[in-house]
C-alpha cells in the first residue's frame, strides 16, 4: 500500500508561483510513476504534468507547459510541481497520482494511488 500526501498549496496573486509537493510512503516508491492533476470546482479532474520512473521522462498538459516543471527525488519518496506565472484558471485541487504502468502522453491516467489533493487559489 502506498499512501500519498500532498502539501504547498495556497492562495497566490496572478503572476505568482507556488511548489507543492507529494511525498509517498508505504512500500518502495521507486517503481512508480507519478503524476500531477486538477479538479476545479464543477469540473473533472484533469491531468496536468507526470514523470515516469525509468528515465524520468515528463508529461505536461498543454495548458501548463512552460509554466509548470514537475521532478521527482527518489531518495525523499517525493515528486514535486513547481507552478510559476499562475492564472485565475489555474484554481484546483491538485491531486497526486502514482501508477505502476508508464505514462507515454498526457493521457496518462494512475489507477493505483491518489492523494488526498491540496488546494491552490489564484486571485486576480
Known amino acids: 500500500q502506498v499512501q500519498l500526501v500532498e502539501s504547498g498549496g495556497g492562495l497566490v496573486q496572478a503572476g505568482g508561483s507556488l511548489r507543492l509537493s507529494c511525498v509517498a510512503s508505504?512500500?518502495?516508491?521507486?517503481?512508480?510513476?507519478m503524476g500531477w492533476f486538477r479538479q476545479a470546482p464543477g469540473k473533472e479532474r484533469d491531468f496536468v504534468a507526470a514523470?515516469?520512473?525509468?528515465?524520468?521522462?515528463?508529461y505536461y498538459a498543454d495548458y501548463v507547459k512552460g509554466r509548470f516543471t514537475v521532478s521527482r527525488d527518489n531518495a525523499m519518496n517525493a515528486v514535486c510541481l513547481q507552478m510559476n506565472n499562475l492564472q485565475p484558471e489555474d484554481t484546483a485541487v491538485y491531486y497526486c497520482g502514482a501508477d505502476r504502468a508508464p505514462a507515454y502522453s498526457s493521457n496518462w491516467r494512475p489507477n493505483e494511488y491518489w492523494g488526498q489533493g491540496t488546494r491552490v487559489t489564484v486571485s486576480s
Open positions: 514523470i515516469n520512473w525509468i528515465g524520468g521522462r515528463t
Open positions: 508505504g512500500r518502495t516508491f521507486s517503481n512508480y510513476n
